[in-house]
């Protein structure tokens, strides 16, 4: 499996449409870079939700999928499923997010994700975030959307139960949807490790990078 670093990583910037969406498709990766690197500094940004119980899961999600992290986290309140109709105040939240950081890595949803939040956020991102590595994570859902990812993050067995354990215990508020279970989450994670000869992984899509393969 062909490997490239990123070189030293001090920022991050990570978006989501919804609360749960940046620890559903990048926990284990923020886990993992979280860990390695205590004190980085991670912007997290989520434009529906705020306010109310969605917003008090995310903040005691994220703190925990960012141990040891300086994390900023915004909660915006846009209506779910109705970002294309609330574009102006979505564009500059991120445009906002862009203004107060310049990250070494993004994680943001992928381009052709069915959902359109998920969707309208990542075409925002490609705007604001032009000459920055973007990893796009995907998210498992009824639609049947997943693609051939080009990035894997490996994640060890222990990041991997880690990241399923974390999302169980702190969107209780999601636990009665069908596809959030233990099954869903540790099996794809299994199913991206076996691309990469890994246990476990998370991928991610890349829309364009640059190689430095002269030093």
């Given at each position: 499996?062909i490997?490239?670093?990123?070189g030293?990583?001090?920022?991050?910037?990570?978006?989501?449409?919804h609360?749960d969406d940046?620890?559903i498709g990048?926990?284990?990766?923020?886990?993992?870079?979280?860990?390695?690197r205590?004190?980085?500094?991670v912007d997290?940004?989520?434009?529906?939700?705020?306010?109310?119980?969605?917003e008090r899961?995310?903040?005691?999600?994220l703190?925990?999928f960012c141990?040891g992290?300086?994390l900023r986290?915004?909660?915006?309140?846009?209506?779910d499923g109705r970002?294309?109709?609330?574009w102006d105040e979505?564009?500059?939240a991120?445009?906002?997010?862009?203004?107060?950081?310049?990250?070494?890595?993004v994680?943001?949803?992928r381009?052709?994700d069915?959902?359109?939040d998920?969707r309208?956020l990542a075409e925002?991102?490609?705007?604001?975030?032009?000459d920055?590595?973007v990893l796009r994570y995907?998210?498992v859902k009824w639609d049947?959307?997943?693609?051939r990812p080009?990035?894997?993050q490996p994640?060890?067995?222990e990041v991997?139960?880690e990241?399923?354990r974390?999302?169980?215990?702190?969107y209780?508020?999601q636990?009665?949807?069908?596809?959030y279970d233990r099954?869903?989450f540790?099996?794809?994670?299994?199913?991206?490790?076996?691309?990469?000869?890994?246990?476990y992984?998370?991928a991610?899509?890349?829309?364009?990078?640059?190689?430095?393969?002269?030093?």
């Amino acid at each position: 499996m062909i490997r490239l670093g990123a070189g030293r990583l001090d920022r991050i910037v990570a978006v989501g449409a919804h609360c749960d969406d940046i620890a559903i498709g990048a926990g284990g990766t923020l886990l993992t870079l979280c860990l390695a690197r205590p004190g980085i500094r991670v912007d997290a940004l989520v434009l529906s939700g705020g306010g109310g119980e969605r917003e008090r899961e995310e903040r005691a999600a994220l703190a925990a999928f960012c141990p040891g992290a300086d994390l900023r986290l915004t909660v915006h309140k846009l209506p779910d499923g109705r970002l294309p109709a609330n574009w102006d105040e979505a564009k500059a939240a991120v445009e906002e997010l862009r203004l107060r950081t310049v990250p070494d890595l993004v994680l943001a949803p992928r381009t052709d994700d069915a959902h359109q939040d998920h969707r309208g956020l990542a075409e925002l991102m490609t705007t604001a975030f032009r000459d920055h590595l973007v990893l796009r994570y995907e998210i498992v859902k009824w639609d049947g959307d997943l693609g051939r990812p080009v990035a894997y993050q490996p994640l060890s067995p222990e990041v991997a139960e880690e990241k399923v354990r974390l999302l169980q215990e702190h969107y209780p508020s999601q636990r009665h949807r069908p596809w959030y279970d233990r099954e869903a989450f540790l099996g794809l994670a299994r199913i991206r490790g076996i691309e990469c000869h890994a246990r476990y992984a998370e991928a991610f899509a890349v829309t364009k990078l640059t190689l430095d393969l002269g030093e």
